[in-house]
Nanobody
Framework: QVHLVDSGGDSVQSGGSLRLSCVVS????????MGWFRQAPDKEREGVAS???????SYPDSLQGRFLISEDNLKNTLYLDMNSLKPEDTAMYYC???????????????????????RGQGTQVTVSS
C-alpha cells in the first residue's frame, strides 16, 4: 500500500515562498491521482492541487499561478511549490493519493471530496502578515 511522508512546512512572512515535499513508497504513485490538500482549524478540507499519471495538473482558480505541483520520478517525490504566500494560506498541508479515476474527472476537487487512499502526516504552513 502506498505510504506518504510530507515535509517542508515552515513559518514565513506574507509574500514568501515554500516548497513542500512528499516521499512516496510502497507503491508507484502512477497508479493514483496524486495531490495536496490543506486544512485550517475548524475548516473543511480544501483541495490545493492534483497531478495525474500523464502529468496533467489541476488547481483551484484562486491558487492558479501561485502554486505548482510537480513530481520527480527518480526520487519518488511529489512537490508543491508555493509562491506569493498570503496569511489565508496558513493551514496544515497534506500530500495525498486518491483513486486514479478521479483525476481526469475532478482534478484538485478530488482532494476535498472523495475518500482518499492515503495521506501524509501533514506539514504546517504559517504565513504572517
Amino acid at each position: 500500500q502506498v505510504h506518504l511522508v510530507d515535509s517542508g512546512g515552515d513559518s514565513v512572512q506574507s509574500g514568501g515562498s515554500l516548497r513542500l515535499s512528499c516521499v512516496v513508497s510502497g507503491d508507484s504513485y502512477d497508479k493514483y491521482c496524486m495531490g495536496w490538500f490543506r486544512q485550517a482549524p475548524d475548516k473543511e478540507r480544501e483541495g490545493v492541487a492534483s497531478i495525474d499519471s500523464d502529468g496533467t495538473t489541476s488547481y483551484p482558480d484562486s491558487l492558479q499561478g501561485r502554486f505548482l505541483i510537480s513530481e520527480d520520478n527518480l526520487k519518488n517525490t511529489l512537490y508543491l511549490d508555493m509562491n506569493s504566500l498570503k496569511p489565508e494560506d496558513t493551514a496544515m498541508y497534506y500530500c495525498a493519493a486518491a483513486p486514479r479515476e478521479f483525476c481526469p474527472v475532478m482534478g484538485w476537487g478530488a482532494f476535498q471530496a472523495v475518500d482518499l487512499v492515503a495521506r501524509g502526516q501533514g506539514t504546517q504552513v504559517t504565513v504572517s502578515s
